[in-house]
């Protein structure tokens, strides 16, 4: 329910938005609230696509850090505001960009792809980025077929059940993804037997293997609106059930574990996003020769999807 003073809160939020010509790109795993003032709510892939073709001179990115860093990748001319400094990815921080450099050392061979949640140190360490959406079809076209994976093993272990790559899996993990467990699907599948269920690749090879559908957020919400499916089971960070809602009313969505929650995605508030806008910071902006770097990773991703 909105009250009044989410109402002025959101008025003067636009007001600034307006004057600052800025535009909001919002990850699906923000608060509802959130979601509602967006410009734009999708994925990481989504979300890099629209970073770069925007107009605006202001990017306001309701997500973590290292969104923010992509989005600053991009678009390096462009003020990027990450309403609270502390937003980050525990998954993220699992390898810094010196772990990375050793583990090349010991794998020369190897073409290095990384999940687009890491730090853009390790980004430009890396050959070549992927998101949860396009990882599958990306790590197929290369033309090595030896792959160092990183930083999430379970998607990097998904890619390698549907392409056929040797692949080394950097030993990472979504904490929040973690806690979907298989028991909980096999229980809510007796309660919702018409239900579909539908998992992110960030969860464990146990959890997917009880699925009918993997795939990344953006995936999901295209999924939903299939008339065939009425009742969905969804295995993601529980932010998304806002969206799934709000875009189909008629239908049932069931989260399967409410422990699901990312403490640091929910880290950004309207209060945050108004304050960020009116004093223009926490600004995110990655060094120029680690930009032009992780660049080069990011945009042979692009060039792919
Ligand atoms: S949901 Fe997992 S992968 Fe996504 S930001 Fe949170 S910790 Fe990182």
Redesign the pocket.
């Known amino acids: 329910m909105t009250t009044s003073m989410d109402s002025s809160l959101v008025e003067n939020i636009l007001k600034l938005k307006k004057e600052r010509n800025a535009v909001f790109l919002v990850h699906n795993?923000q608060l509802g609230e959130v979601q509602d003032i967006a410009d734009f709510v999708g994925d990481s892939l989504e979300l890099s696509q629209k970073a770069v073709q925007t107009e605006a001179d202001v990017i306001v990115f309701c997500g973590?850090h290292f969104m923010a860093e992509t989005a600053s990748i991009l678009c390096p001319k462009m003020t990027v505001l990450l309403p609270d400094a502390h937003a980050g990815?525990?998954?993220?921080d699992m390898i810094t960009a010196e772990q990375l450099r050793q583990k090349k050392k010991e794998l020369p061979n190897a073409t290095v792809v990384c999940y687009v949640?890491s730090t853009a140190d390790v980004k430009a360490e890396s050959d070549i980025c992927c998101t949860s959406a396009n990882a599958v079809k990306l790590v197929q076209s290369l033309d090595n077929d030896e792959i160092l994976f990183v930083p999430?093993q379970y998607l990097g272990h998904y890619v390698s059940t549907k392409t056929n790559k040797k692949m080394y899996l950097w030993p990472g993990y979504?904490?929040?993804?973690t806690r979907i467990q298989p028991d909980d699907i096999i229980r809510l599948k007796q309660e919702y037997p018409k239900a579909k269920v539908v998992v992110h690749p960030?969860c464990r090879p146990e959890t997917i293997a009880l699925a009918n559908e993997v795939l990344s957020t953006g995936g999901m919400i295209r999924y939903a609106r299939r008339e065939d499916v009425q009742e969905m089971i969804v295995g993601t960070?529980m932010g998304i059930i806002h969206r799934l809602r709000k875009d189909n009313p008629a239908k049932k969505f069931i989260p399967i574990s409410e422990q699901a929650v990312?403490p640091?995605?929910k880290l950004i508030t309207l209060e945050k996003v108004l304050r960020s806008l009116e004093n223009m910071t926490p600004e995110v902006k990655v060094p120029e020769p680690v930009r032009l770097k992780a660049k080069s990773a990011v945009d042979r991703m692009l060039a792919v999807v």
């Open positions: 795993y973590v990815c525990p998954m993220a949640n999430d979504c904490p929040t993804h960030e960070e990312c640091d995605m």
